[in-house]
């Protein structure tokens, strides 16, 4: 990898940044998909600039979470019984070519992340155990990286909305800086990499706040079209006093009601005894009082942050009851995102590529959350593909051209004038929004009246307050607001679209899985939001 300088503009200290920048790819978010992407076209020899909305190394999903990956080695049938493992597991919505590609892609990259220097554990054998990353020390890694790289870096620089030129071609990007009293910033690019996460509606599930929905919106207002969104009702358990949503130790849970009666769930299966328990307004209490007690100390040292909380407030989780919430987590650990249509991860909007938690995950993961496993694996992959990708669009193409334009349609959230003074607080249109997507009762046991009640709650504020938002003083906070209103008005409308139950997506009016509906569901549009089945997943892989 060729190193040149490393800069990092906008963030705390630095002091500096640039209004306007040239670049080859312009990549706007930095986890994990996003680094890769970065690494992966500074590779090439590309200039690349890395725009994102808090700080490149701490912000997003993975930095504060962690990943175990589907790192599967190249033995035997391992590989080839793994993807048809999943394909059942996703209901048939994957698609076996890009399954492959995924697991021999991740393979390779994290022997990457072993080269860098990333310190994996040993298991009892003396093997490094690379299946498994830990948040903190996997991006403080990739931030080193992408700057020995000569990769731009922009921190604290939310983009806000895409440039295309006069052929529809996306050139770049315009957004903020934060910490410099929100001063524009442009970056002209031969192509843009979208990484800029899933949506979790701000619910203060573990990392995602950041995760806002703002891609999605910013290429819908280019026309893109989505796909999964349906698959977005995932929450994550945690304390009640908390967020951390770390899930894998509930494998070993049995849960109990208000009364601390046990109730009939444990483990993993248990999860929609407890929703529906909590939906009913109960409180639940759990305890890991499955975890066989020669196992507990080594489960400490697999999850350090998920004891954390339970630590500090005192709780021995193997032996006490604590009380549990189940706190949204949306399409980060959901599955639907914006269509990915090339091996390149091409959206269908030219010059622009999707990686990560922002793309759909149907094709590797189907209707099953890939939290666990195949959403850190995708984001690395995707990452890679995309940020390879859009290098070669960018060196094909030549420098992007001076003129271009900020498309009309993408107004939504900058208060109508060009002061950006609304009179809607963006923090109400949360509220709104939040009120319809956070229930259990409305997002995860959903049905045909339901959702027909909360679009037309949604519909009403996408066309009144959303226009008329104010972004005088915090035009990121506005972007949000519109960005969220827009996710949630997309993935009802995918679910009104999806009479059945297909393991994410539960209907209580259509509580079983209807073979007829084995397609994915593309859905558009901002105004007039439509939705249309994809060709149906291929006959002969369900056959075989
Ligand atoms: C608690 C938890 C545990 C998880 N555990 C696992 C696991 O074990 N295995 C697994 O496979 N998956 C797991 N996941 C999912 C996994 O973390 C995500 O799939 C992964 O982080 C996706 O990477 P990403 O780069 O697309 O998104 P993120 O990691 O969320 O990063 C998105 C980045 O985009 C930035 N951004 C957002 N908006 C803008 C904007 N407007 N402009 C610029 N930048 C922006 C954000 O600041 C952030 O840095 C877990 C998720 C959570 C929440």
């Known amino acids: 990898m060729s190193r040149r300088r490393a800069t990092a503009l906008g963030g705390v200290g630095t002091g500096g940044g640039s209004d306007a920048l040239d670049a080859d790819v312009l990549v706007l978010g930095g986890g994990p998909a996003g680094t890769w992407a970065a690494l992966a076209a500074a590779t090439t020899g590309a200039r690349v600039v890395l725009a994102d909305k808090g700080f490149v190394g701490t912000s997003g999903a993975a ?20 993807v048809r493992a999943r394909e059942e597991r996703g ?4 698609d076996r070519t890009w399954l492959r590609r995924l697991v021999a892609e991740t393979w390779d990259r994290v022997g990457d992340l072993e080269a860098w220097g990333y310190p994996y554990p040993t298991d009892a054998a003396g093997r490094l155990r690379r299946s498994s990353l830990q948040g903190p020390e996997y991006m403080r890694l990739m931030r080193r990286q992408v700057l020995r790289a000569g990769v731009t870096v922009l921190d604290q620089s939310p983009a806000q909305r895409l440039v295309q030129d006069a052929d529809g071609v996306v050139v770049g990007a315009t957004g903020v800086h934060r910490q410099r009293g929100n001063a524009p910033w442009t970056v002209r690019a031969g192509a843009v990499v979208l990484a800029t996460g899933g949506c979790a509606f701000l619910s203060g599930a573990l990392g995602c706040n950041p995760d806002t929905g703002d891609g999605h919106l910013m290429a819908a207002e280019l026309g893109a079209e989505l796909s999964g969104m349906e698959f977005s009702s995932v929450y994550g358990m945690a304390p009640a006093f908390g967020a951390q949503t770390k899930g894998r130790m509930y494998q070993f849970a049995t849960y109990y009601d208000g009364d601390r009666n046990p109730v009939d769930a444990a483990g993993f ?5 407890v929703a529906r328990t909590l939906a009913a307004g109960s409180p639940v209490y759990a305890r890991l009082d499955l975890a066989p007690p020669a196992l507990r100390e080594a489960l400490r040292w697999s999850q350090p942050n998920f004891f954390l909380p339970y630590d500090k407030a005192g709780i021995d989780v193997f032996t006490d009851l604590f009380e549990v919430r189940l706190v949204l987590e949306g399409t980060v650990r959901g599955t639907g995102g914006l269509a990915v249509v090339g091996d390149g991860c091409e959206t269908t909007v030219p010059g622009l590529y999707a990686a990560g938690d922002v793309a759909s995950r149907e094709l590797v993961t189907g209707a099953v959350s890939g939290g666990g496993s195949h959403n850190g694996a995708w984001a690395i992959s995707s990452g890679t593909w995309a940020g390879t990708a859009a290098a070669s669009f960018a060196r094909r193409r030549g420098p992007a051209p001076r003129a271009t334009t900020v498309p009309d349609e993408g107004r ?8 950006g003074r609304g009179t809607t607080v963006p923090r109400e249109v949360v509220r709104d929004v939040q009120a319809e997507v956070i229930p259990l009762e409305r997002n995860l046991f ?17 066309a009144d307050a959303v226009p008329d938002l104010d972004a005088s003083a ?8 519109a960005a969220m209103v827009a996710h949630a008005r997309w993935m009802y409308r995918a679910a009104l679209a999806r009479p059945e139950s297909r393991v994410i997506h539960r209907r209580d009016d259509h509580p079983d899985l209807d073979e007829r509906l084995t397609h994915r569901i593309r859905v558009g549009g901002l105004d007039e939001v439509w939705t249309r089945p994809e060709v149906p997943v291929r006959e002969e892989e369900r056959a075989s």
């Open 474 to 481: 915090e035009p990121a906070k506005a972007r949000e607001a």
């Open 63 to 82: 930095a504060a979470g962690g990943n175990n990956l589907w790192y599967v080695p190249d033995e035997g049938d391992r590989r080839e019984r793994a």
């Open 91 to 94: 209901a048939h919505l994957t």
């Open 269 to 273: 299966s248990g999860r929609e005894v």
């Open 412 to 419: 939504a959230g900058t208060g109508g004038s060009s002061s």
């Open 446 to 462: 959903r049905t045909e009246h339901g959702l027909r009640g909360s679009l037309a709650r949604l519909d009403a504020p996408w």
